[in-house]
């Protein structure tokens, strides 16, 4: 399958375990430290490569070191990279990411050569050929809102093409210019942040709501350790998007795959928009936010309930959103009414009123969390690649909260992911076993006899107070 990606480019540095910074010119000694091909564009093209897909990225990076790197490192995943703009005197875009021992990540950014992107940088041919794009960043690489190119996404629109758009800030006035790019895309995947600073909606409802009535005909909102809420007009989510053709997906793999870099085993949560929350026992799916981690706190600090909805052995049965929406856009206490309730119709652009708005959640995976870098471009790939396999949009979904919580496995945004099958077989086996199986017939440890005539201590030799005794 065919996919262009457009948009970001970053060189991500990385290192973990981060706990402080040191006092003065201080050294502190690491597990791990990488460089890694990352952003909404780049990251994501790293990781439909992977997932099989043929990709070509599209953007712009400086004439430097750091983007020499970049396109080494995505050649060598297989990414063609032949048409991505160097910008002589500009850095290219990247980050420095002190990963947290429980997986959070704070970040230092330099916006760089993202900045630059315009229409002039992405060829309308190569776009021709793709049988998805996907627009990673559109709230940064604002210079491609441009009714020419608004256009084009259009016209391949009406060929067929999917169209799929992320988003990498969550600085209001970025997020509301990029808004102009919604008439012109299939599927919108921002997380529960995103969301409600680019429409202003008091709950994700609402805000889901709000972006279909621009004209995309799927929003996926990621909510962290919640899993994602799926929300779709004009057909059910578990209704096949109309292709031709469907391809089925391959066999899942008999066992996961191991990541390539060590990590301690770890049960929190790698959640859909970068938090890690402070439960031992939680789930992973896709994410892009560089807030700390919390403990799967809503905006006003105060924790969520926890989700009754839970994957079944083989990650398909997803019940419908039973929820309700606090004010601040967070889901909390259980109610009986589903989110295709009366009073949430969505009126498109073309004055055409659609109900019921359909809304169901994709919960979240379990997995061990090294580092939630990549968690959203992990997401957004799994989800390209389901579409292109013909699959339905929830189940779509699931391949991108499968691939969300294999990057959260190791450290950086090309972590984790090894190849489809093995991402898959996360649906069908979620939780690898931790402890090994006991020995059937373990024999019992015998006891020493106590000597019934211990021999006297004799002069000069050590006192049990005195004997060396081992560091504790």
Same mark, same amino acid.
């Given at each position: 399958?065919?996919?262009?990606?457009?948009?970001?480019?970053?060189?991500?540095?990385?290192?973990?375990?981060?706990?402080?910074?040191?006092?003065?010119?201080?050294?502190?000694?690491?597990?791990?430290?990488?460089?890694?091909?990352?952003?909404? =564009?780049?990251?994501? =093209?790293?990781?439909?490569?992977?997932?099989?897909?043929?990709?070509?990225?599209?953007?712009?990076?400086?004439?430097?070191?750091?983007?020499?790197?970049?396109?080494?490192?995505?050649?060598?995943?297989?990414?063609?990279?032949?048409?991505?703009?160097?910008?002589?005197?500009?850095?290219?875009?990247?980050?420095?990411? /002190?990963?947290?021992?429980?997986?959070?990540?704070?970040?230092?950014?330099?916006?760089?050569?993202?900045?630059?992107?315009?229409?002039?940088?992405?060829?309308?041919?190569?776009?021709?050929?793709?049988?998805?794009?996907?627009?990673?960043?559109?709230?940064?690489?604002?210079?491609?809102?441009?009714?020419?190119?608004?256009?084009?996404?259009?016209?391949?629109?009406?060929? *067929?093409?999917?169209?799929?758009?992320?988003?990498?800030?969550?600085?209001?006035?970025?997020? @509301?210019?990029?808004?102009?790019?919604?008439?012109?895309?299939?599927?919108?995947?921002?997380?529960?942040?995103?969301?409600?600073?680019?429409?202003?909606?008091?709950?994700?409802?609402?805000? $889901?709501?709000?972006?279909?009535?621009?004209? /995309?005909?799927?929003?996926?909102?990621?909510?962290?350790?919640?899993?994602?809420?799926?929300?779709?007009?004009?057909?059910?989510?578990? #209704?096949?998007?109309?292709?031709?053709?469907?391809?089925? +997906?391959? %066999?899942? =793999?008999?066992?996961?795959? +191991?990541?390539?870099?060590?990590?301690?085993?770890?049960? #929190?949560?790698?959640?859909?928009?970068?938090?890690?929350?402070?439960?031992?026992?939680?789930? $992973?799916?896709?994410?892009?936010?560089?807030? /700390?981690?919390?403990?799967?706190?809503?905006?006003?600090?105060?924790?969520?309930?926890?989700?009754?909805?839970?994957?079944? $052995?083989?990650?398909?049965?997803?019940? &419908?959103?039973?929820?309700?929406?606090?004010?601040?856009?967070?889901?909390?206490?259980?109610?009986?009414? $589903?989110?295709?309730?009366?009073?949430?119709?969505?009126?498109?652009?073309?004055?055409?009123?659609?109900?019921?708005?359909?809304? %169901?959640?994709?919960?979240?995976?379990?997995?061990?969390?090294?580092?939630?870098?990549?968690?959203?471009?992990?997401?957004?790939?799994?989800?390209?690649?389901?579409?292109?396999?013909?699959?339905?949009?929830?189940?779509?979904?699931?391949?991108?909260?499968?691939?969300?919580?294999?990057?959260?496995?190791?450290? *950086?945004?090309?972590?984790?992911?090894?190849?489809? &099958?093995?991402?898959? =077989?996360?649906?069908?086996? /979620?939780?690898?076993?931790?402890?090994?199986?006991?020995?059937?017939?373990?024999?019992?440890?015998?006891?020493?006899?106590?000597?019934?005539?211990?021999?006297?201590? @004799?002069?000069?030799?050590?006192?049990?107070?005195?004997?060396?005794?081992?560091? @504790?």
């Amino acid at each position: 399958m065919t996919v262009v990606t457009v948009g970001v480019h970053i060189v991500d540095i990385l290192t973990r375990p981060v706990d402080h910074i040191p006092p003065g010119q201080d050294t502190v000694l690491v597990d791990q430290i990488r460089l890694t091909a990352a952003g909404a =564009a780049a990251g994501t =093209a790293v990781d439909l490569a992977k997932l099989g897909n043929q990709v070509t990225s599209l953007g712009a990076i400086g004439d430097d070191e750091l983007g020499d790197f970049l396109l080494m490192v995505m050649t060598r995943h297989g990414v063609d990279v032949s048409h991505v703009r160097r910008r002589p005197g500009e850095q290219t875009a990247a980050s420095i990411l /002190p990963i947290r021992p429980d997986g959070g990540r704070p970040s230092f950014h330099v916006p760089g050569a993202n900045l630059t992107v315009t229409p002039a940088d992405v060829d309308p041919d190569i776009l021709r050929t793709a049988k998805a794009i996907h627009l990673g960043g559109v709230d940064v690489t604002f210079g491609l809102a441009d009714p020419a190119f608004f256009a084009l996404l259009d016209t391949l629109r009406a060929n *067929g093409t999917i169209i799929t758009m992320d988003l990498l800030s969550e600085m209001p006035d970025l997020l @509301s210019m990029a808004k102009s790019f919604l008439p012109h895309v299939d599927y919108v995947l921002p997380n529960e942040s995103q969301a409600l600073l680019m429409t202003g909606a008091p709950t994700l409802q609402k805000a $889901a709501e709000a972006l279909l009535s621009e004209g /995309p005909k799927g929003v996926l909102i990621t909510m962290g350790d919640q899993g994602s809420l799926i929300f779709t007009t004009g057909q059910s989510p578990s #209704e096949a998007p109309n292709q031709s053709t469907q391809t089925p +997906p391959p %066999e899942p =793999a008999a066992t996961m795959n +191991p990541d390539d870099q060590p990590t301690k085993p770890r049960t #929190e949560a790698a959640t859909t928009d970068g938090h890690l929350t402070q439960t031992r026992e939680a789930a $992973a799916t896709g994410g892009h936010s560089a807030k /700390p981690p919390a403990e799967a706190a809503a905006t006003d600090g105060h924790p969520t309930e926890t989700r009754a909805e839970a994957a079944t $052995a083989d990650g398909q049965p997803v019940q &419908p959103l039973a929820e309700a929406a606090t004010a601040n856009g967070q889901l909390g206490e259980p109610r009986t009414e $589903a989110a295709t309730a009366d009073g949430l119709a969505v009126r498109t652009p073309g004055g055409e009123t659609v109900q019921p708005l359909a809304g %169901e959640v994709v919960p979240a995976l379990k997995t061990e969390v090294s580092d939630t870098t990549g968690c959203g471009d992990a997401y957004c790939a799994g989800f390209i690649t389901g579409l292109l396999h013909g699959q339905d949009v929830l189940t779509a979904a699931r391949w991108g909260t499968a691939a969300a919580a294999r990057v959260a496995t190791g450290l *950086g945004s090309d972590a984790g992911i090894t190849d489809l &099958p093995s991402t898959l =077989a996360l649906l069908t086996n /979620p939780t690898p076993p931790t402890n090994p199986t006991p020995p059937t017939n373990p024999t019992p440890p015998t006891n020493p006899t106590p000597p019934t005539n211990p021999t006297p201590q @004799s002069a000069g030799q050590l006192r049990p107070a005195d004997q060396p005794q081992p560091f @504790s």
